[in-house]
Structure formats: structure tokens, C-alpha cells
């Protein structure tokens, strides 16, 4: 069995994930309170899960042109939206 990734390594970190947490919480409008939260449905929980991966990885925008294959010659914009992990 593979061991867990998502534990904290450097114990001094712990209060920097949970402010960050609940800073990320905030943000989606999650009321979470300090200590057990089991009372959050999956949707809330994954909502604040996923702001705090959209704060370390922000999303990087790429705009072009690129010719329209439904009409022949018109141009038409496409908008690429992805998140880089360094």
C-alpha cells in the first residue's frame, strides 16, 4: 500500500495549512470553524480544496487566432486555460 502524500513534513508548517485553509474557505464562502468539520458536505469540502490548489497554481491564459473550420476564411479566438505545477 502507497503511503499518504498529504501529510506535513515540517511540523512548524501546520498553522501556516490552516490559516491558509481558512483563508481558502473564506474566499468560497465555507464557514469552517477550528477543529472538526464534519459537518461540510463534499461539495463545500472540494470547493475549498480546489481554491487552495487554485491559489498555488494559478492558471496561466494563452490567446490565439486560429482560422475557423466551420467558414473558410474567417479567424475565430481560442482561449487555452491550464495550470502549471513547477
Do not use: C, W
Amino acid at each position: 500500500m502507497a503511503s499518504s502524500n498529504n501529510r506535513i513534513i515540517v511540523p512548524e508548517a501546520k498553522e501556516a495549512m490552516n490559516r491558509f485553509k481558512m483563508e481558502s474557505a473564506n474566499e468560497v464562502g465555507v464557514n469552517l470553524k477550528q477543529g472538526y468539520n464534519g459537518d461540510l458536505t463534499a461539495r463545500q469540502a472540494g470547493s475549498v480544496g480546489g481554491q487552495m490548489v487554485n491559489n498555488i497554481y494559478p492558471a496561466r491564459n494563452i490567446k490565439f487566432e486560429r482560422k475557423n473550420r466551420v467558414v473558410a476564411g474567417h479567424l475565430t479566438t481560442v482561449t487555452y486555460e491550464a495550470r502549471v505545477g513547477v
